[in-house]
């Protein structure tokens, strides 16, 4: 069955760095999102992205992400200068269609700021 | 505004005991309603979805939910749970007419005794 699949899996950073956090979505998808899940809190909507252009983003996507869909087949996360707060479990999601089609998730990376 | 409720944190039962995980949501319309399942150091898996129909849907592993809009509520049954679902188990709901993110509940912790 396909897969999103992300990577790392698990990254770390000196704060105030910059980190990509990469994606690539299952292949027939159109739809991509990001969420995160600080630990032991709710796993929380980031932003979204149809036909190369954001659709939605949260309070918490700031100017400090951004996001990007570079080729065909892979989908990034970009952190600029993080924080300490920054530190969570990022996962990507796909999805064919935004009408009765479910977002399927990848396994995350886990990104921790020093 | 949307919202997910799942009132029980933690939940432990015998191996072959039947299971039943809450979630209530509070929404304007008619949701679309999630089951994710996360098993230690993994992503999010789609267990069941409900978008309209028949209000009882199967899921995968044997899982399923019933979607009662008169007491908006979408819980989570298994008739005879198995040492491998020992994880923690997240509804959400999504897909307003304006949106695509997924809003999560909190998430319960389902820890299986043999």
């Known amino acids: 069955e396909p897969e999103v699949t992300q990577t790392p899996s698990h990254q770390v950073t000196q704060m105030g760095q910059e980190v990509i956090l990469r994606c690539v979505p299952i292949?027939?998808?159109?739809?991509f999102y990001w969420y995160r899940q600080i630990l032991g809190q709710k796993v929380e909507f980031l932003v979204s992205f149809y036909n190369n252009e954001i659709s939605e983003k949260s309070e918490i996507f700031d100017d400090q992400f951004s996001v990007e869909r570079p080729d065909g087949s892979n989908f990034t996360l970009k952190i600029r200068s993080t924080k300490l707060e920054d530190s969570a479990m990022y996962f990507c999601?796909?999805?064919?269609?935004?009408?009765?089609?479910?977002?399927?998730f990848g396994d995350g990376t886990r990104l921790s700021i020093l | 505004a949307q919202s997910v409720t799942q009132p029980d944190i933690h939940i432990t039962v015998s191996e072959g005991a039947s299971l039943e995980l809450r979630c209530n949501y509070s929404?304007?319309?008619?949701?679309?309603l999630f089951w994710y399942v996360q098993s230690p150091g993994q992503g999010l898996q789609l267990l069941l979805k409900y978008f309209s129909g028949d209000t009882l849907v199967q899921g995968i592993k044997g899982f399923e939910a019933e979607f009662k809009r008169s007491q908006s509520s979408f819980n989570l049954r298994k008739p005879s749970v198995h040492w491998s679902d020992a994880a923690e188990y997240f509804c959400?709901?999504?897909?307003?007419?304006?949106?695509?993110?997924?809003?999560f509940g909190t998430g319960t912790r389902l820890q299986v005794f043999p």
């Open positions: 959400a709901v999504g897909r307003s007419y304006n949106t695509d993110k997924l809003i």
């Open positions: 999601a796909s999805s064919l269609d935004r009408a009765n089609q479910p977002q399927h």
């Open positions: 929404y304007g319309a008619t949701p679309y």
């Open positions: 292949s027939n998808h159109l739809y």
